[in-house]
């Protein structure tokens, strides 16, 4: 089995799930409760929440520990706009994850300005058209630091500049989950980040919010995570986190450098087929773990199908996303539509992938592309 799908979900790391075993099975305290072996689980989650907070810039008072991407989102979006007076715009760009653009079509319904920021060929916003959108009643901007789909990276200081020069009210939340220890910390209000993107376990994630930014928490009840997120704290999945965390940040460069090399090596073999087209940014420039390219004259679901059957995993496109004829959002954003868009495939590597499976795989896409090709012509 090749495992190219690690936007959806990665492998969890041996120390990480280690690491949740020992605090499911030996220090499963309430860190809540009072006694001492208790206790000391509420100090090692405090570590844990310092470490994390660390590889964002931030203090541990501005991390919140959540249960996902989903929910750092939408605690992010709707937390901040329920703690603010009065409605106004909404700026969220194109090619959001479906836990932003979808929150933020809620919004619109429920009579917030909201507006789409349109981005380039790459998946990237265009930061000219996002000036556009700014005005003075602008309380909330979203954009994504990674794009899932087509691996672009938005210039988030950029952003955030241009944010605080034409709407100084307003709030820059920044989704993460696909960029956080892979790319350098950015500068923004709110900071969303999933465990099981980068080898924790599902059912993990924290959303930071920066010292001074009021956000109405989402749970309410017995007031843990100083009252921003209530329900007994996830110590066993704080714990992974931590430990995938910390084995990230002391060999992240190697990683990164390991899966640019799979992705360059999967790249020009499959350059090689006629009739494939690159979706996003040039190899060199786009996040180092995800490829999409299209082939054309073939079904992407078709061949995500037949490479499946041979055991390949990619992707025609985020897991969450609805996937009919035509109807892929984020390549639509980008301009990609009719026989590039249903031909597109999403390659998405980790630390785990090697170069030889780049091979392999690249032998395999070009028999089935080529047996696809031929069967759809007669
Ligand atoms: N944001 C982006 C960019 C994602 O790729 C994902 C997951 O695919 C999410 C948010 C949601 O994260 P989670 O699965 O932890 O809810």
Redesign the pocket.
């Known amino acids: 089995m090749i495992y190219f799908d690690n936007?959806?979900t990665t492998k969890v790391l041996p120390e990480a799930a280690e690491a949740a075993r020992r605090y499911m099975v030996e220090a499963y305290y309430n860190p809540a409760a009072a006694y001492s072996a208790a206790v000391q689980v509420e100090r090692d989650v405090a570590q844990a929440r310092a470490n994390i907070a660390a590889k964002m810039n931030a203090e541990p008072a501005e991390l919140t520990f959540t249960s996902?991407?989903?929910e750092s989102?939408n605690t992010a979006l709707y937390g901040s706009l329920r703690a603010m007076r009065g409605q106004g715009r909404v700026i969220v760009s194109a090619v959001e994850?479906p836990?932003v653009y979808e929150a933020a079509l809620d919004l619109k319904e429920r009579g917030y300005d909201v507006v789409f920021a349109g981005v380039d060929g790459t998946g990237a916003v265009r930061l000219d058209e996002l000036e556009g959108l700014l005005t003075q009643e602008t309380r909330l901007v979203s954009i994504?630091h990674v794009n899932?789909e087509s691996g672009a990276v938005n210039d988030i200081d950029a952003v955030y500049a241009l944010v605080k020069k034409r709407a100084p009210e307003a709030l820059l939340h920044v989704?993460g989950?696909?960029a956080f220890m892979k790319e350098a910390p950015v500068r923004c209000d709110m900071y969303s980040v999933?465990g099981?993107?980068l080898h924790a376990p599902k059912g993990v994630?924290a959303l930071y919010i920066r010292k001074g930014v009021r956000v109405k928490p989402y749970l309410i009840g017995g007031g843990q995570e100083s009252g921003m997120r209530s329900g007994t704290t996830n110590a066993a999945g704080i714990m992974a986190f931590n430990a995938a965390v910390t084995d990230y940040a002391l060999h992240g460069r190697e990683y990164r450098e390991n899966m640019l090399l799979v992705k360059k090596r999967l790249y020009s073999n499959l350059s090689r087929i006629r009739d494939v087209r690159l979706n996003g940014p040039a190899v060199d420039a786009g996040a180092a773990h995800i490829l999409n390219m299209s082939f054309m004259g073939v079904r992407g679901e078709v061949l995500l199908n037949a490479l499946s059957e041979r055991g390949l995993c990619v992707s025609t496109g985020?897991?969450?996303a609805a996937h009919k004829r035509g109807k892929n959002r984020i390549l639509n954003a980008m301009g990609i539509t009719g026989d590039r868009q249903d031909g597109a495939i999403r390659f998405s590597f980790s630390r785990f992938n090697t170069t030889a499976e780049a091979d392999a795989a690249a032998q395999l896409i070009e028999e089935q592309v080529g047996y696809l090709r031929r069967f759809r012509r007669r």
Do not use: F, I, P
Request: charged share 10%; hydrophobic share 20%; with cysteine.
């Open positions: 936007s959806a996902c991407g989903t989102n994850h836990s994504m899932n989704d989950v696909q999933s099981h993107k994630g985020s897991a969450c």
